[in-house]
């Protein structure tokens, strides 16, 4: 079974508009979360990271994303999209020594 | 972060034949992963390559395949081999850096079997 769930496979949003890219986890214990962006014919990008601590996660780029535990979540947010945040991306959990992504999620802001 | 560079950036192979995948980081680290990216689709690992000893393999990927190299601490290789258009992917290699073992990646080197 997946350990990392993006349940949409495309986002589109309006430029200036908030942007919300859904992730959930089903790890046991305390997860290590992240999130990547890839831009076209690019690799990826570190975007941010949740270890512990604060449920709101600050980072790249104006991106951050909510820990939430009872809803198995890591869903990253951007309260102003721009057309530059077009692009793929990928949660991923850590499960031992790797990283496990998601199948990803393509975003197209519109202008 | 890192600094990753990844050789070739692409290439276009002939099915049969077998290409070298070379990966330089710009300063030393354990561990050292190889991810494959199929069109469309999100990443795989591949293989674990520790220097000094042999790559750790990932269910469904085999040595004969994707034999990798890791002479020192700042540079593996992998080799596709005996190519099929099957094997048409990103190939990504990508580092171990930071307090919660987050990976850093190179470019990746897109290939294309005909």
């Known amino acids: 079974a997946q350990s990392v769930a993006q349940p949409e496979d495309q986002v589109n949003v309006a430029e200036g508009n908030p942007l919300t890219v859904k992730c959930t986890y089903s790890v046991s214990g305390n997860p290590y979360l992240f999130w990547y962006v890839q831009y076209p014919n690019r690799g990826l990008q570190f975007l941010l990271k949740?270890?512990?601590?604060?449920?709101l996660v600050k980072g790249s780029y104006g991106f951050e994303a909510e820990f939430n535990k009872s809803q198995t979540s890591f869903h990253l947010k951007k309260p102003s999209a721009l057309v530059s945040d077009s692009a793929l991306y990928f949660c991923?959990?850590?499960?031992?020594?790797?990283?496990?992504f998601g199948a990803g999620t393509t975003v197209t802001v519109r202008a | 972060s890192a600094v990753i560079s990844q050789k070739p950036s692409r290439d276009i192979c002939q099915r049969g034949t077998s290409l070298t995948i070379q990966c330089q980081v710009d300063?030393?680290?354990?561990?050292m992963f190889w991810y494959r990216q199929q069109p469309g689709q999100s990443l795989t690992l591949i293989a674990t390559a520790n220097q000094g000893s042999e790559a750790t393999y990932e269910s469904g990927f085999v040595i004969d395949k994707f034999p990798i190299s890791r002479p020192n601490l700042t540079f593996s290789t992998l080799t596709v081999s005996n190519m099929s258009p099957e094997d048409s992917s990103i190939y990504l290699c990508?580092?171990?850096?930071?307090?919660?073992?987050?990976?850093?990646f190179g470019e990746g080197s897109r290939l294309t079997v005909l």
């Open positions: 300063s030393q680290v354990t561990m």
């Open positions: 991923a959990v850590r499960e031992l020594y790797k990283l496990s």
């Open positions: 949740y270890i512990t601590g604060d449920n």
């Open positions: 990508s580092v171990e850096r930071g307090s919660a073992g987050e990976l850093f």
